[in-house]
């Protein structure tokens, strides 16, 4: 907030050489928006923007109002042009760099997993050494560029070594690229550094899972790695849905339907857990939550294959 009225006082005093209209209209967009005008506001600084095209401090000002707004793809917009005009300006770009990693988590939020990859790149290109990396690993893993992930978390952790969420991140990636000993590598040597994280301890019990499968690892050592995972953060959904999983195939149907149950009041809320929640409860001859649940699978479905189009 204060810093929208910093700008806003800096644009309403803009340089005498501007056509005197867009510095009236900056004044007005200042008032109209400590009234609470918002929109009238925007459309003000829009005009003198257009009037002055080479002044940043309409666009940040604009940028400003967008972002209390919530309107965040116009607010990255408006400040990425007013960096462009003033790439000195180390406060613009932070915030530029800020704003950019929120709409980011928004784009995510709402699975729109394209248009969160392009933001991504441009934020990791204009800022190289900034947490931006992070952002672009989740997106390429989403979009299933999985190698490219890896470089990006790597990157990451370079960074920043003490960042848990790199590690889990790079572990992830590397595992969803078929580098499973790299992947390995990588939780066991971040449970060394984040011993009490249960990320890792999930995300490595998931690839523990994988490699059981394959015959690569003791199945016992993904349960237990799981259960520990669990110990540490009861609300770990996608550990629920391994163990419940794991339940599943040993016919243990009751165990499974109990796990998906804890997975899904946790928050999971996949195509893939309400089919497995559904045969679970098939088995216990539970058939009407069952049909229940097939009918979520095929919402949640279609769902998520829509979602994978979406820009």
């Known amino acids: ?24 209209l900056a004044r007005r967009a200042y008032e109209l928006a400590r009234a609470g005008r918002a929109e009238e506001a925007a459309a003000s600084l829009q005009e003198a923007a ?36 003033d790439n000195g300006n180390a406060k613009l770009r932070e915030h530029l760099e800020s704003v950019s990693l929120d709409y980011g988590a928004v784009l995510a939020r709402e699975h729109r997993y394209r248009a969160g ?105 993904a349960v237990e790695m799981l259960e520990s995972a669990l110990k540490m953060d009861p609300s770990l959904a996608e550990a629920h849905y391994q163990l419940g999983s794991l339940a599943l195939a040993d016919d243990d149907a009751a165990t499974a339907a109990r796990e998906f149950a804890l997975a899904a009041a946790n928050g999971l809320d996949d195509s893939r857990l309400h089919y497995a929640f559904a045969r679970a409860l098939r088995r216990l001859g539970k058939d009407q939550e069952a049909e229940r649940r097939l009918e979520l699978f095929r919402e949640r479905k279609k769902a998520e294959e829509a979602g994978s189009l979406q820009p």
């Not at 907030?1 to 009236?24: D, H, K, N, W, Y």
């Open 1 to 24: 907030m204060r810093l929208v009225a910093v700008i806003f006082g800096a644009a309403a005093m803009a340089c005498s050489q501007e056509p005197p209209e867009a510095m009236t």
């Open 50 to 85: 257009r009037l002055a095209p080479g002044n940043a401090l309409y666009r940040s000002a604009l940028g400003g109002i967008y972002e209390r707004q919530g309107k965040l793809e116009e607010a990255v917009a408006a400040f990425r042009e007013a960096v462009r005009l």
């Open 117 to 221: 990859l392009v933001l991504a790149r441009q934020t990791a290109a204009q800022f190289p050494s900034s947490s931006a990396y992070l952002m672009l690993g989740l997106f390429e893993t989403r979009n299933q560029q999985n190698l490219a992930a890896v470089t990006a978390y790597r990157r990451a952790l370079e960074l920043n070594p003490e960042s848990a969420e790199a590690s889990v991140g790079l572990g992830v990636a590397q595992s969803s690229a078929g580098l499973m000993q790299d992947a390995e590598a990588t939780f066991q040597a971040g449970l060394k550094r984040f011993p009490h994280d249960a990320m890792h301890r999930q995300a490595y019990g998931v690839l523990l899972v994988k490699l059981a499968e394959t015959g690569a690892a003791k199945r016992s050592r």
